[in-house]
């Protein structure tokens, strides 16, 4: 088995390492602070192929695979996990619409999805269904022009800062083969925002609430079939987890990469302290966590790239997995920095911060147990 990434797609990562390292690590403070990512950053990104990364060329994607996708992921984190996951968010939309639309709604969408002329939210999570998102409420009824969605979203990255949100809706049944997926472009009659959220970490991507009140879409706005946009959300995840997995590791790996640094100029008792084999003992804890994620995550988009009978298993696992063992590190991370590593000027608290949503979004790692024993016990 070859583990070793081929020619190009060490190119992709140090692409996005170097374009995090000179664009968006030096303005990640104050991006926090001011609760926002300026939008003139997207279409550089855009430039790069990296607006559309799993869009056909076509219309004016990448075309690379999920494997691809982890290393971009994990190099943005390197410089902030919030804008890295704000942009997997994006690509996560052009996937479900890339994979499922019909050409005319692919020509519709994707040229400007690609370019990030237009920045794209996935809103599936309602206030009372999170984990049960089967459960959700918000309803599409069809009329002669097309839709009237009346209903709330919740935790939108992206809410009141997007410019098209792909959004899932009831428009039949109870249950999920009465979800369908449509696009709701913004200033659209009928849709308003929430106040924006107070938060923990990823404070650089506005939050908050998408509401519609009689809000009206087109019918072209429709994303493949009616009935099918619970599968949609479903697919589209795998990939997500893997992408929310690959910043959490990339965060993860910045923290470590800064406490070696760290532990190398601090002294205490007359050296220097990495020279303490307690503390070296963690790196190497620290080290091994990281790597074997890694591994870990990478079989894992493998699988999905191949089509793999187990693919969401191993998706699901690789979520669980990854997102606790960076958390654990970058967590022990600032443990080992002592009172410093609770300073912002250090770098280390906010990727705790930022980390910890991790472990809950794109599905709770709980709700990634539920997944794994299930299809355990299913065959």
């Avoid at 994707?110 to 920045?119: T, Y």
């Avoid at 083969?177 to 659209?188: H, L, N, P, R, Y």
């Amino acid at each position: 088995m070859d583990f070793a990434l081929s020619e190009e797609q060490t190119l992709i990562f140090d692409m996005a390492k170097g374009f995090g390292e000179e664009n968006i690590a030096p303005h990640a403070q104050k991006w926090e602070s001011e609760g926002s990512i300026p939008k003139e950053l997207w279409p550089q990104l855009a430039e790069l192929g990296l607006g559309g990364i799993y869009v056909s060329e076509e219309y004016g994607g990448s075309g690379l695979s999920r494997l691809d996708a982890t290393l971009v992921f994990e190099a943005l984190a390197m410089a902030c996990p919030s804008v890295g996951s704000f942009l997997s968010i994006h690509n996560m939309c052009g996937g479900m619409i890339d994979k499922f639309g019909s050409e005319e709604t692919k020509q519709k969408w994707l040229p400007e999805l690609c370019s990030m002329n237009k920045v794209f939210s996935y809103c599936l999570t309602e206030p009372g269904s999170g984990s049960d998102a089967a459960a959700l409420k918000t309803r599409a009824e069809r009329t002669n022009d097309g839709y009237v969605l009346n209903g709330t979203k919740a935790f939108i990255s992206g809410g009141s800062y997007s410019d098209a949100y792909v959004c899932m809706v009831r428009t039949g049944e109870d249950g999920p083969k009465g979800i369908s997926t449509v696009v709701v472009e913004d200033g659209a009659d009928g849709l308003s925002f929430g106040a924006l959220e107070k938060k923990m970490g990823w404070l650089s991507q506005p939050t908050s609430q998408v509401q519609f009140d009689d809000c009206k879409v087109p019918a072209d706005n429709l994303i493949g079939e009616e009935g099918k946009g619970f599968s949609y959300a479903m697919a589209g995840l795998d990939g997500g987890r893997l992408n929310i997995s690959a910043g959490a590791l990339g965060g993860a790996q910045k923290a470590l990469d800064l406490t070696v640094q760290y532990m190398s100029e601090r002294k205490a008792f007359g050296k220097s302290i990495n020279q303490f084999q307690a503390l070296q003992f963690r790196l190497a804890e620290y080290e091994t966590k990281l790597q074997a994620a890694r591994t870990f995550l990478r079989q894992a988009a493998w699988k999905l790239d191949n089509g793999d009978h187990d693919a969401t298993k191993f998706c699901a696992m690789a979520k669980l997995m990854v997102t606790d063992a960076a958390f654990d590190v970058a967590n022990g991370c600032l443990q080992l920095h002592g009172g410093y590593g609770y300073l912002a000027d250090y770098g280390i608290e906010k990727i705790v911060r930022d980390l910890r949503v991790h472990q809950i979004l794109e599905g709770t790692n709980e709700i990634m147990r539920l997944i794994i024993s299930r299809q355990m016990i299913s065959t």
